[in-house]
């Protein structure tokens, strides 16, 4: 039996679109089509499955279980078509777009996009900074550097790094108490860092009361260069990944008094939609990104054996 006999594909556009929105209106609007006809094609949908997919309130509307399951598979395949319409109707070159949180990619990936495109001259690179969790829902259009303790649900994720925090303050603000000599003259200074875990392990594991500690109210939203850029102001200890700030440290911008440091327990993740995984553009970046960071010397060899192992996933 011929597919267009079996079910009708517009019927399953609208229902991504419902889905996706979740509201018929608003669909019916982005489809340009009228209520009616997207209630219509629901029904089709609903009687070829032979179970309801929207369970419709007065003020919600939720996907039923059957809905639940559809779902995926549908936004998959719709996505793999709008990639091949994408490529077949694309002359020459490609842009591929990568999200990243802040830090990661002023300290780091832009320093470093030139290597890519060298390496790859057919595709440029449009580079937009996001805040973590902030942007979390926001699903990347081809590729997002990700930091979490696990895997973004839904999407690919190869494990790129973990990094390595230690406390981190300008050389003047260490000579207003007389020097930094001992882990416990830090409890002498104001802290900046809003990262409360990390700098609570790090006092706790070297046998300190991190209760002592003295912090200024400063929310960065976890942004590690708006915490650098206030420790290399003078207004406190930062506690910060030596990776990203190599160039500060060796300019003495900031010094790292101790050679003694923690992890966070979190992962930094490549992601991208199931649907770019054969994308060649994203196979280049995530060959090239793998293979960069594995070599990077500001990493800790555990951590650079764990990319490269990551790199042949």
């Given amino acids: 039996m011929k597919l267009s006999r079996r079910f009708t594909l517009n019927a399953l556009r609208v229902f991504e679109a419902v889905a996706r929105l ?7 609007e ?18 070829f499955v032979g179970d309801t997919v929207f369970i419709r309130k007065p003020r919600d509307l939720q996907l039923t279980e059957s809905g639940k399951r559809l779902r995926p598979k549908v936004t998959e395949a719709f996505a793999l078509l709008s990639d091949a319409m994408a490529d077949a109707l ?19 990936l832009s320093k470093h996009l030139g290597d890519f495109q060298l390496q790859n001259p057919g595709i440029s ?17 081809d590729v997002a550097i990700h930091i979490s303790d696990k895997p973004w649900e839904g999407l690919v994720c190869h494990p790129l790094m973990k990094l390595d925090y230690t406390p981190m ?9 007389g020097g930094i000599n001992e882990p416990a003259d830090l409890l002498k200074l104001p802290w900046i860092s809003d990262t409360k875990d990390i700098w609570t392990g790090w006092f706790e594991n070297i046998g300190l009361d991190p209760g002592q500690i003295r912090h200024i109210n400063l929310n960065t ?40 440091s923690i992890d966070d327990g979190k992962t930094y993740w490549l992601a991208y939609p199931p649907a ?30 764990s990319v490269t192992e990551a790199a042949g996933t």
């Fill in 169 to 177: 303050l300008h050389p003047r603000l260490a000579e207003s108490i």
């Fill in 90 to 108: 694309q002359a020459s070159g490609e842009t591929l777009e990568i999200q990243s949180p802040p830090t990661f990619a002023s300290h780091w």
């Fill in 221 to 260: 939203f976890g942004a590690l260069d708006l915490q650098a850029n206030a420790a290399i102001a003078g207004h406190g200890v930062a506690m910060l990944a030596p990776f990203f700030f190599e160039r500060e440290l060796a300019s003495g911008q900031l010094i790292q008094p101790f050679d003694i």
């Fill in 276 to 305: 770019r995984r054969n994308a060649p553009k994203v196979r280049a970046f995530h060959a090239w990104i793998s293979g960069m960071l594995a070599s990077a010397p500001a990493l800790s060899s555990e951590t650079r054996k």
């Fill in 125 to 141: 690179v449009r580079l937009t900074r996001t805040m973590g969790a902030i942007d979390c829902d926001r699903i990347p259009t």
């Fill in 30 to 47: 982005e489809l340009g089509m009228t209520q009616t006809a997207v209630t219509y094609q629901i029904k089709l949908l609903e009687d």
């Fill in 22 to 28: 979740g509201n018929f209106t608003r669909a019916a």
